[in-house]
């Protein structure tokens, strides 16, 4: 079972950013595809982006414009660049392989929790 280690998150204004990573214990290369997924008190687990082997990315419309997932197959990590941050998007923020059974899953990091507040 590969290890997923996500930065530290932390607090930040209305309108400001931050950049999270997630560094796996082994290569990432051979996985077709890795997410980032948040959970907010009381709601369920989202997905918030994906990017596959390739480059390609999705990211949920919530994020879409604020938000740019990328991955460094050399460094095996999967980053989460996060602008124009809002109260919203405060949630714990994981970083896991992707896949349609993404909801299945039984392992999950401890997450790195972002809160964004004025």
């Known amino acids: 079972q590969v290890q997923l280690v996500e930065s530290e998150g932390g607090l930040v204004q209305p309108g400001g950013s931050l950049r999270l990573s997630c560094t796996a214990s082994?290569?990432?290369?051979?996985?077709?595809?890795m997410g980032w997924y948040r959970q907010a008190p009381g709601k369920q687990r989202e997905l918030v982006a994906f990017v596959t082997r390739g480059g390609g990315t999705v990211h949920a419309d919530s994020v879409k414009g604020r938000f740019t997932i990328s991955r460094d197959n050399a460094k095996n990590t999967v980053y989460l660049q996060m602008n124009s941050l809002k109260p919203e998007d405060t949630a714990v923020y994981y970083c896991?392989?992707?896949?349609?059974?993404?909801?299945?899953?039984?392992?999950w990091g401890q997450g790195t929790q972002v809160t964004v507040s004025s």
């Open positions: 896991n392989q992707y896949s349609a059974a993404w909801q299945r899953y039984d392992y």
């Open positions: 082994r290569s990432i290369f051979s996985m077709p595809a």
